[in-house]
């Protein structure tokens, strides 16, 4: 699948896997354990200021395909559960072109990947 990236779109990719497969296996007991895909995606990162202030969508990964969109409204940083996390605010894009796309098509690496940006 080759997807085209809007080029006025600031992307934030997290790689949402200890999340997504807490979440799937109802593994309650785990600190990674969100309720929903939305939740895996939007919630502690670390991100700076600058990059969450300019992002415009922030997409939830598993295993390098897109899993989730989230259009941006608004970011904050976590002070009680992860203190210095940015928590990310949106609507769910549940038509996104992103969706199923192959991050590999635009990054080289998957080594190592927690976050990525595009375009930005």
């Known amino acids: ?10 992307l934030i990719f997290v790689n949402i896997k200890k999340s997504y497969e807490a979440m799937i296996n109802h593994d309650t007991e785990s600190p990674f354990y969100r309720d929903s895909l939305k939740e895996c995606t939007r919630k502690f990162w670390p ?7 300019v992002a415009s969508h922030i997409l939830g990964c598993y295993k390098g395909i897109v899993k ?5 409204s608004s970011s904050f940083t976590s ?3 992860y203190p210095g996390r940015k928590v990310f605010e949106g609507e769910e894009l549940e038509d996104s072109p992103y969706l199923g ?5 635009i990054f080289d690496t998957l080594a190592n990947f ?3 940006y595009y375009n930005m």
């Open 101 to 105: 796309m192959d991050i590999r098509d």
């Open 79 to 81: 002070e009680e559960e």
């Open 114 to 116: 927690r976050i990525k």
């Open 1 to 10: 699948m080759n997807t085209t990236i809007n080029t006025s779109d600031k």
């Open 68 to 72: 989730e969109v989230i259009k941006i």
């Open 47 to 53: 991100v700076k200021d600058e990059k969450a202030n």
